[in-house]
């Protein structure tokens, strides 16, 4: 069964801490997402790549920065977390192409920043 | 940029009766469009899609999506619900002009008492 794997599945942290949120998957997909979910405002876009080492801004990249080492494997990193980052979490993977738009998500990271 | 709306935060509805969710986007282009469903504790996961060709959509487990242009809606249906469609419910759009990504609506949670 393919598989989205996010390495925590709750965690609590303090203001201006920093965060690493990683995320695995075992497809050999080309294209790797992070979405936050909150209620009411459904999944935004943070940031996606679609190779390794190449990454593009989403729609609310700020206060967020992203790593891609290897293909498997897609990091969110939070650099001086906020009380305003408190959300759930999800990463995603697809394939590129017509593909592209059919993702597999992983369970989520729920992030709470006290 | 496209977006989507979902009218309904919260759908309870008794177990058997027909449900429908409600999804309109907005776009001026030939769109593709997906209905994506979590279930408790879980990840996202896809539940029928439109790219082309005939207007209704279905799913596997029993759900329906007819695309309708001069509306601009893509509505969810199912004629009879089980207690295990409980979830919440995400209508998506790619969006052309940011890379193809898909953009999200709000989220509808389905809520189906005995």
């Known amino acids: 069964d393919v598989k989205v794997t996010q390495s925590s599945r709750y965690l609590v942290k303090r203001t201006g801490e920093k965060v690493f949120l990683e995320c695995v998957q075992d497809?050999?997909?080309?294209?790797m997402f992070w979405y936050r979910q909150d209620p009411g405002l459904g999944l935004r876009l943070i940031y996606f790549?679609?190779?390794?080492?190449?990454?593009e801004k989403g729609d609310i990249p700020e206060g967020y920065s992203v790593s891609r080492e290897k293909k498997e494997r897609f990091s969110l990193i939070l650099e001086s977390a906020s009380t305003n980052q408190t959300s759930m979490y999800l990463c995603?993977?697809?394939?590129?192409?017509?593909?592209?738009?059919?993702?597999?998500f992983g369970a989520g990271s729920r992030l709470t920043v006290l | 940029a496209q977006s989507v709306t979902q009218l309904d935060s919260q759908v309870p509805v008794f177990e058997e009766a027909p449900v429908e969710l409600r999804c309109n986007y907005s776009?001026?282009?030939?769109?593709?469009l997906f209905w994506y469903v979590q279930y408790p504790n879980q990840g996202l996961q896809l539940l029928l899609k439109?790219?082309?060709?005939?207007?209704l959509v279905e799913s596997i487990n029993g759900f329906e999506a007819e695309f309708n242009k001069s509306q601009t809606s893509f509505h969810l249906r199912k004629p009879s619900v089980h207690i295990s469609d409980t979830a919440e419910y995400f209508c998506a759009v790619r969006n052309n002009n940011a890379g193809n990504m898909l953009t999200f609506g709000g989220g509808t949670r389905l809520m189906v008492k005995p």
């Open positions: 776009s001026s282009v030939s769109v593709y």
């Open positions: 995603a993977s697809s394939l590129p192409g017509s593909g592209a738009n059919v993702l597999t």
């Open positions: 790549s679609y190779d390794v080492k190449m990454k």
């Open positions: 439109y790219l082309s060709g005939s207007t």
């Open positions: 497809m050999d997909h080309e294209n």
